[in-house]
């Protein structure tokens, strides 16, 4: 009973620090693209996730059922992000009950305390993306997994599927988790265990792997189809950028919070000396033994496995980014959580896990007001400021044709109507020539580049032009679409203005 209602009180104090300050942040790309995605006709919708976007497929239709609810807040940045904090809510009891199966009731607790209060789940519960998402069917695959591990049945089995495949299509990285969960089971060797911990054969699992790629081939064709190109923004890691990872993972703005979790780890696995390293179950050694063995191999390989295959993998082509790996943090919590039930003495735990906590709550409120990634732009602003200064006869072009999303939800907010829907008739803002295929998006407009020829012709129909850039390159050395830009512009329009934001930059050509 008193378990329980810590637990409760944990949750409701889990969902408030994610609740807090939800709208404070502005809505930059990424969540436009979200919305935006979720937001245009089924058609398209389905076009676009084949064509371009079947990474995030599941979190996309679900966000479209989220947005459908109240149609007055969809433009709501706190309703749009509200469905990621439900979700992250939700991961706190997954988290205990897979805590409990792997440890007990006392780890499980430690577990769910930590991440009530971890500054990295309130970053990516805050933001309208699939991260949320993809952390609870990571939490919830390895509970099925070790569940099914503990005592086997049809159920269980047909949960850790269903998971799994769900999670690969909330994000693909997923794949990375199975892989890891592979690499467990095979380390596990086989072996007895006593009444309650049987080990299910391991044709099972066989097939149940085999279900979870047979039904993410069409994600693996997507894949294999589009290449990295969605990604190929991805720079090549550096030593430091895995340090930041696990240094953000642990809900720390700077290193002692790291330390910290870096020692509970230690303690966590140093009972078990050279054990660890010991692979499956000699004939000497007890079932429990190896099951206490087994767990923190199972989370050492959960939280290091994964980071450092993207990280050799990103010297042929790079594919690593600290919050893609989220789904790491169970891990690393439980871990930690295992480290410091070692304390024995209440008073000493209870010192230690408040000074843990009151350094999470620093990095919660660093995290209300600042981004862990540094990455996000202000595409907002700079739509707002092309919206409001814009006049009759403009048009506006966009560098790249995804730029024109988050102009589009702006623009959208701005009107007060959907400007995806087909009866969307009422032109708000400049003309848009590039990328322009219909009234509304459609599944062509988040892709492609302006042709001269194109910009010839705005030169010729228009007394000015708006261009909005972004990812672009340097001043010094723009990339080949803004050279060609600003050459073509400049033979129709002398004159150019320029304005600055984060990571975007507005010019309007126009004549003197």
């Not at 033994?289 to 993998?313: D, N, Y």
């Not at 790079?318 to 070692?342: D, E, N, S, T």
């Not at 990634?373 to 400021?385: K, L, P, Q």
Request: net charge positive; with cysteine; glycine share 6%.
């Amino acid at each position: 009973m008193v378990r329980g209602l810590t637990l409760l009180v944990l949750w409701v104090w889990a969902a408030a620090i994610r609740f807090l300050h939800l709208g404070s942040k502005p809505f930059w790309f990424d969540e436009c693209f979200s919305v935006e995605v979720a937001r245009i006709r089924w058609s398209d919708f389905l076009h676009l996730l084949w064509w371009r976007e079947a990474n995030m497929a599941l979190y996309y239709v679900l966000l479209r059922a989220w947005l459908s609810l109240n149609q007055h807040y969809w433009k709501s940045p706190f309703f749009i992000r509200s469905f990621s904090v439900v979700i992250a809510a939700a991961t706190l009891p997954a988290i205990y009950w897979l805590a409990g199966l792997l440890y007990d009731r006392r780890v499980a607790l430690i577990a769910a305390t930590l991440f009530a209060f971890n500054a990295y789940s309130v970053r990516y519960a805050q933001e309208a993306r699939s991260y949320a998402l993809f952390l609870l069917l990571a939490t919830l695959s390895s509970g099925f997994l070790v569940s099914f591990l503990r005592e086997s049945s049809r159920r269980k089995w047909r949960g850790y599927v269903l998971v799994s495949i769900l999670a690969v299509y909330a994000h693909f990285y997923a794949l990375l988790l199975v892989a890891a969960q592979w690499l467990a089971v095979r380390w596990l060797g086989n072996f007895s265990q006593s009444e309650d911990e049987t080990v299910a054969p391991s044709s099972q699992l066989r097939r149940a792997w085999f279900a979870v790629g047979l039904a993410a081939l069409p994600l693996l064709v997507f894949v294999a189809k589009t290449g990295a190109g969605p990604i190929r923004w991805i720079s090549r890691p550096g030593v430091r950028d895995v340090l930041e990872f696990y240094q953000h993972a642990a809900g720390g703005n700077n290193w002692v919070l790291l330390v910290i979790y870096a020692v509970a780890c230690v303690a966590a696995v140093m009972p078990l000396g050279k054990q660890l390293f010991v692979r499956g179950l000699s004939s000497k050694t007890s079932s429990g033994t190896c099951w206490q063995t087994w767990r923190a191999q199972f989370l050492l390989i959960w939280l290091i496995f994964p980071v450092l295959l993207t990280v050799l993998l990103s010297f042929a082509r790079p594919v690593f980014l600290g919050r893609y790996m989220i789904f790491c943090l169970p891990a690393l919590l439980i871990l930690v959580a295992a480290g410091l039930a070692r304390l024995r003495t209440a008073w000493l735990l209870a010192a230690v896990l408040s000074g843990i906590l009151l350094l999470g709550l620093q990095g919660v409120l660093f995290v209300y007001g600042n981004d862990f990634d540094g990455e996000r732009d202000a595409s907002g602003a700079a739509s707002n400021f092309i919206l409001h200064h814009s006049e009759p006869g403009d048009a506006v072009i966009f560098h790249i044709a995804a730029t024109r999303v988050p102009y589009e939800f702006f623009r959208s907010v701005r009107a007060g109507e959907n400007t995806a829907s087909p009866d969307f008739t009422r032109q708000l803002g400049p003309e848009i020539l590039f990328p322009h295929h219909s009234a509304g998006l459609d599944y062509r407009d988040f892709t492609g580049k302006p042709t001269e020829d194109l910009l010839r012709a705005a030169g010729a129909s228009h007394a000015r032009v708006w261009v909005m850039l972004m990812n672009n390159g340097s001043e010094e050395k723009p990339d080949a679409t803004t050279a060609m830009l600003m050459g073509v512009l400049s033979e129709s329009f002398p004159s150019v203005n320029r304005w600055k934001f984060t990571k975007v930059e507005v010019r309007l050509y126009g004549r003197p």
